[in-house]
Every structure is written in structure tokens, then in C-alpha cells.
């Protein structure tokens, strides 16, 4: 394959290589950076053997996801407790074909959360596995172990992601009416709208600023939480989270939060909240 071919074949497959990287790192920017540095090593390996060019493109950024996922550990940039990945912010209608592509198979943001609790190796092989369909004697040699022992990676990944990732209504336009009930409750003041639109088990997770975070559950501990901040209510518009009705806080000037809402049977049993002004920065917002 000629350097023009390879070219041609990696921009090709960019979108899905974004993909993988996306739920292995939960941020589009690192998404991105995976995929970039990726490619060095793409053009230094020797593909005269390679049969399926995009499923060994995947395992390279897999590798490099990898690598970067250990990184962050090691560095411990992650902050103490809970972890909301950056979500990916489309308008209310949806139209936006690059985050389609980047969310294929509905990647919400609850789900993105579990994830940040495995351990990468978990990670890796049930993001591969169960979301790529890539076999496990392909998945073994990244992890540096046997096809058995990545099979149990994957899962003890899935266990934990089938008992604690919520999955939320299917009916978007559901969703937006348990959002915008939220919405007009808060910019109201109104304590008991606001618990009777949430969970009594609701989780609210919020990463404030780097190395800040802060947990707070149940619907009366959540719905005081948003009578604080219901002076930032005339800021917030109604704008899809990782495809899900979620809340954009921002004024011409300022961003101040995305907020990611899981809705199910009608109630929101969860809000993510990113607020770190650092990595609001980071988004491409509508």
C-alpha cells in the first residue's frame, strides 16, 4: 500500500477511529489526540500483511488510548471521587452529522460514567469487545494478556456496567418534557416541582474545577442543590447530551455548565454536570 493509499484509507476511517477513542477516553479532545498521534505510528509499521485495514487501524488507537488512559492514572489528573467525562453538546434538533457518527449505538453519558470506574485494561476490552465486536485474540496482545484473561476483563467490565449504567428512555421527546419540568422548577424556585420530576434515588455528579468534584444524592439533597443555582436558570436552554435531553448554561460571555440528565420511567435518576472552566473550554458547543 503506497503512503497516498494509506492516507486515503486512514481519513476514511477517522470517524470510526474517533469512535473508539471517544468511549476509551471519555473526551473528544483526547478522542482526537489519540487519533493523531496514532497516526506516526501507522505510517512507521509495515501493513504488507495486513488484511483488515480498519480493524488494525482500531487496535493502533486502542493501543494509544491505552497508553494515555495509564498516563492519566499515573498522573492522578483525575479528581477525587466522581469523574464526568466531557460530554458531546449537539443543538435541541439534534442535526449535527459528526456527533451522529462520534455516538453511534448511543453512547449516553451515564453509561461513559460507569466506564471511568474500570480499570483501563477492563476498559479496553470491553469497549473492543462488546462495542467493536473485535475478537479476543486480537484484544490480548494490547493487554498483554491470554485471550482467557481478556475475556474475564470484559466480563467483569460488563457486570459492572449492566448493574450500574441506567439506560434511559427511549422516547427523546419524553425526555425533553422531564427536562424542561426540571428547568421550569428551578428557575422557579419551586422545591417540590423539582423532587417530583427526580428519582428519590437520583445521583448528582459534578466536576467543578480541577481536582473538585462533588456527589449528591437523593431528590430532596438534589433539588435544594439546583434552588442554588436557580439564579443561572435564565442562562440555561434545552440542548442534547451525548444524544439525551440534557441543559446548556452559558451567557454571550460565559460558558458555566453542561448538564447531562438521565431520564427513566419518567423520573431523572441522574444529572452530570461539567463545570470545570478548563475543560468546558474544550468543547465545541452549539
Same mark, same amino acid.
Given at each position: 500500500m503506497?503512503?497516498?493509499?494509506?492516507?486515503?484509507?486512514?481519513?476514511?476511517?477517522?470517524?470510526?477511529?474517533?469512535?473508539?477513542?471517544?468511549?476509551?477516553?471519555?473526551?473528544?479532545?483526547?478522542?482526537?489526540?489519540?487519533?493523531?498521534?496514532?497516526?506516526?505510528?501507522?505510517?512507521?509499521?509495515?501493513?504488507?500483511e495486513v488484511e483488515n485495514m480498519r480493524a488494525w487501524l482500531t487496535t493502533v488507537v486502542a493501543r494509544v488510548s491505552l497508553d494515555m488512559l495509564r498516563s492519566r492514572r499515573s498522573k492522578r489528573e483525575e479528581p477525587f471521587g466522581a469523574h464526568v467525562p466531557e460530554p458531546v453538546v449537539s443543538?435541541?434538533?439534534?442535526?449535527?452529522?459528526?456527533?451522529?457518527?462520534?455516538?453511534?449505538?448511543?453512547?449516553?453519558?451515564?453509561l461513559l460514567v460507569v466506564l471511568e470506574t474500570l480499570n483501563p485494561a477492563e476498559r479496553l476490552a470491553y469497549v473492543l469487545h462488546d462495542m467493536f465486536a473485535v475478537p479476543f485474540d486480537d484484544?490480548?496482545?494490547? !493487554?498483554?494478556?491470554?485471550? $482467557? =484473561?481478556?475475556?474475564?476483563? #470484559? &466480563?467483569r467490565a460488563r457486570r459492572r456496567v449492566d448493574a450500574e449504567a441506567t439506560v434511559p428512555d427511549p422516547d427523546l421527546d419524553r425526555q425533553r418534557e422531564v427536562?424542561?419540568?426540571?428547568?421550569?422548577?428551578?428557575?422557579e424556585g419551586d422545591f417540590e416541582g423539582l423532587v417530583a420530576v427526580l428519582h428519590p434515588d437520583v445521583v448528582l455528579r459534578a466536576d467543578i474545577a480541577r481536582g473538585v468534584?462533588?456527589?449528591?444524592?437523593?431528590?430532596e439533597a438534589v433539588?435544594?442543590?439546583?434552588?442554588m443555582y436557580r439564579?443561572?436558570?435564565?442562562?440555561?436552554?434545552? !440542548?442534547?447530551?451525548?444524544? $439525551? =435531553?440534557?441543559?446548556?448554561? #452559558? &451567557?454571550?460571555?460565559?460558558?458555566?455548565?453542561v448538564l447531562g440528565m438521565t431520564v427513566a420511567d419518567g423520573k431523572i435518576v441522574a444529572i452530570d454536570i461539567l463545570a470545570d472552566p478548563e475543560?468546558?473550554?474544550?468543547?465545541?458547543?452549539p
Open positions: 503506497t503512503r497516498e493509499q494509506l492516507t486515503a484509507e486512514f481519513e476514511e476511517q477517522r470517524p470510526h477511529l474517533r469512535a473508539v477513542a471517544y468511549r476509551m477516553l471519555g473526551s473528544v479532545s483526547e478522542a482526537d489526540d489519540a487519533v493523531q498521534e496514532a497516526w506516526p505510528r501507522v505510517t512507521r509499521a509495515d501493513t504488507s443543538d435541541h434538533d439534534g442535526s449535527h452529522p459528526e456527533h451522529e457518527a462520534l455516538l453511534a449505538d448511543s453512547v449516553g453519558l451515564a484484544i490480548a496482545p494490547i !493487554v498483554e494478556r491470554s485471550p $482467557a =484473561a481478556t475475556r474475564q476483563l #470484559a &466480563s427536562v424542561e419540568a426540571f428547568m421550569a422548577a428551578s428557575r468534584s462533588r456527589q449528591v444524592r437523593g431528590a433539588a435544594e442543590q439546583a434552588r439564579e443561572r436558570e435564565r442562562f440555561s436552554r434545552p !440542548v442534547l447530551v451525548n444524544g $439525551a =435531553a440534557g441543559i446548556l448554561v #452559558a &451567557s454571550e460571555e460565559q460558558t458555566y455548565a475543560r468546558l473550554e474544550r468543547l465545541a458547543l
